[in-house]
């Protein structure tokens, strides 16, 4: 069982940076992989970053590849997504995902999920 909690979240404006954190429990997150997804009322959740247990593979959604970088520290139990130069269209609720047996990262199909943190872009 892992519990996970986001945090980091807010209100910015358009071009500005934000950084998401998400807190694992347990003594074996070195061992999972761990996403971030995002969602916006009415429609489906969809990938935005992943990286593997090791942190030596990740992977991006195209719509914020080159402006969002995952990474994890392992002695921390936790994963990080940051995030610049953001857009209006990047508002949304953004979960942490974790799974140990996951074998496509961009999956949706994560065993544990976090509460989720809003991230508001302005215009």
């Known amino acids: 069982q892992v519990r996970l909690v986001e945090s980091g979240g807010g209100l910015v404006q358009a071009g500005g940076s934000l950084r998401l954190s998400c807190a694992a429990s347990?003594?074996?997150?070195?061992?999972?992989?761990m996403g971030w997804f995002r969602q916006t009322p009415g429609k489906e959740r969809e990938f935005v970053a992943a990286?593997?247990?090791?942190?030596?593979?990740?992977e991006y959604a195209d719509s914020v590849k080159g402006r969002v970088t995952i990474s994890r520290d392992n002695a921390k139990n936790t994963v990080y997504l940051q995030m610049n130069s953001l857009k209006p269209e990047d508002t949304a609720v953004y979960y942490c995902?974790?799974?140990?047996?996951?074998?496509?990262?961009?999956?949706?199909?994560?065993?544990?999920w976090g509460q989720g943190t809003q991230v508001t872009v302005s215009s």
């Open positions: 347990g003594r074996t997150f070195g061992s999972y992989a």
């Open positions: 990286i593997s247990s090791s942190g030596g593979n990740t």
């Open positions: 995902a974790a799974d140990r047996t996951i074998v496509r990262l961009t999956n949706i199909l994560y065993d544990y």
